[in-house]
Each structure stands twice: as C-alpha cells, then as structure tokens.
C-alpha cells in the first residue's frame, strides 16, 4: 500500500474497526502518525459500522458482537478492583462510562483499552435535611453520559429525585460534569418526575433523554424530556400523535434515530421513531412486537440494534434477557450464549479510537484534509476494486 495515495489510505483506513487499527498502528510511523490524529479519529468515527454490545452481570462486563452472537468476551474494565459491582451509566462515540458502589466513575474505551477517572460527585446535603428527613426520600438517581460538540467534551449528567411522602411533592437535584473543568456544578432543578429508576440517559444529536411524568399522581401523563448539553436546559419533545402517555413507555436509539417503545400491556409492544430529530411530525411506528402466549408477560423490551442483513432486531427483555425480533415472521426468540447467565443487561457501544481525555471544539465533523483533497482521483482508485488484508 506504500504506492498509494495519502488520500486513499486515509479513505480505507478509516473502514477498518478500532482493534485491527491498533495492530496496523504498530507497524509504521507513518501510520501511528496518522491513525493518532484528532482528525483520523474522528473522521474514522464518521464511517464507523462496527457494534458490540456490552454485557453486564454483576461485577463483570462481556463484549458481544451483534454479528456472532456465539462469541463472547470478558473485558478488563478499569473498576475491576474497587469493587464487586459495577454499572453502565451511559454509551457515546465507542466510550463507555461506568461506575461501582462507591460511586467510582470512570470514562473508558474498551476498543482501545483507554480510560479517565474522574471525580466523584459531590454529597447532596438535602438527603438530611433537618425538618424533612423522616418523609422525604431520595428515591433515585440517574445518570446521562454525552458529548457536546459546540466545546467538543463529554459531560455527565446526575440526577438526584427526592419525593416528600407525606405532601406528595418532588423535587431534584441535577449535578453536571465537564471534562474541560473536571469539576462537578449544579444545575437547575428538574421540574419533572422520573418514571423509573434506570440509571441511563439516552444519547442522541447533542441531548440526553428520559422519560417522565409531570407529578406524581396515578393518572399522570408520561412523557419524553432531552437535557441539552451545550445550553444544559431541559426541553420536553413532542410524542406521536396517537400516543398520549397513558401507558408505559421508554426511550432508546434505533438505527441513529430516537425510538420511543409504548408498553401496551398484554397485547404488546409499540416501536416507534422520530425520522427526523427534533420533527414530532416524522414520528413513524415500524413494527409492533406482540406479547409471546406461552412465557411469562414481558415487562420491558428495549431495542438495541438490527442485524447485520436487517432482518431483525435484538431487544433486552426485563433487564435480564436477550432476545431477537424477526420482522418477517414476528417471533421472539431468545439468545443463549454459552456460559453466561440469565440476568444480563446489554448497552450498545460502537467500535471507535475516540480516547476518554478528548477534548475539541467541532461544530460539524469534517473529513482530514488529506481526504478532501484530490476526491477524484480517490474515488477513480476505489471505483476499481481493492482487497485489504489484515
């Protein structure tokens, strides 16, 4: 490949997963210069297409690739000897940001095997307060990891619910953390209450998401609210139409496109998403999964990711379970991975060589100049056909 153009060995480079890159980064200067470069990797997180999904059970995290679901690794995670439980908090740009049960948190690629501990947050005082700590709770805290790409540094977002038993009132304490600052500040209070205690916000197009209710009356609508990065506002975002927020419901991403899943009870699943962020007009529902007859009633479905050929859709079944949804023939069936047990939990995590202690300001993601110059002659090169062997 010596012969080629800088250009075209940017261009095929870019294609190839993290984890070969990292081998073919140690065979040359003049490749570990490149792939080491802010723009490569972020040009090769633009043409990234390769996803594992990371298995939680307890105290350890598995590596399972969505296109062998035979295969299953056990990873080295940075928490391994402070504890022995860990969660994942949230999944952005091939990091992962997870955290045990002395609130260690750290942001980690597993395809580079790079991490960044940051600071815990702070203790919130109101968990005591004098007047109130016999009826007031904290009832949850969740947590939201994303990348503002106006300062191009990723930020964690921690939400503290307390509800006064004896008013029936609510109230929040939302704590957010730049990597720019590495410090913890505090926000303004979240006029909503969450629906559940998941500890995971949804990422998508610069926000976090949650679902939840205005009060906490038994009658209270739900509804999808996205905490912006950059401003560091909530906003609510608009439902479908038909859907009204009387049944229960989550959010997840879905093929880059934000997909709300409505909880019909005994007769399904609903799978709906925005086709256009930020649109409530281009909410569209894609499919329906019905409630399987012969096992017990499925509480929760959240989608992670299709197939490699798209003909179905891998689901996490009751925080415990994997199953796929076959769209032609609309049947459940459930994955069995060799040694692993049934309470598992799945987040999605793309392949990249984005490190954790990243931080630029990229308004629009753009190509290194190497590939912008001289296309054509690029794509006269890739248009004959060429074989990469690792």
Known sequence: MAELPSEVITEILSRVPAKPLLRIRATCKWWRSLIDSTDFVFFHLTKSRH????????????????????RVKELDHPLMCYSNSIKVLGSCNGLLCICNIADDIAFWN?????HRIIPSEPLIRKETKENTAITTLLAARVYGFGYDSFSGEFKLVSISYFVDLRNRSFDSHVK????????????????????????????????LHWVVTRDLEPESLDLIVAFDLRFEVFREVKLPGSVDGKLDMDVAVLRGMLCMVENRASEGFDVWVMREYGLGESWCKVFTVEQPRDVKLIKLLKPLGYSKNGDKVLFEQDSKKLCWYNLASKDLSWVRISGMPNNIEGTV????????SLQRRIVERKKPKSVDENNKKRDDFLSKGFKLTL
Not at 176 to 203: E, F, H, N, Q
Not at 350 to 356: E, K, Q, T
């Open 110 to 114: 597993p395809s580079i095997r790079k």
């Open 51 to 70: 996803s594992i999904v990371i298995l939680r059970q307890h105290s350890r995290l598995y590596e399972l690739d969505l296109n062998s679901m035979d």
């Open 349 to 356: 995590c793309i392949g990249s060589l984005v490190p954790p």
């Open 176 to 207: 957010i953390y730049t990597m720019r600052t590495d410090v913890w500040k505090t926000l303004t209070s979240m006029p909503y209450a969450l629906c559940c205690a998941r500890t995971m916000g949804v990422y998508l197009s610069g926000a």
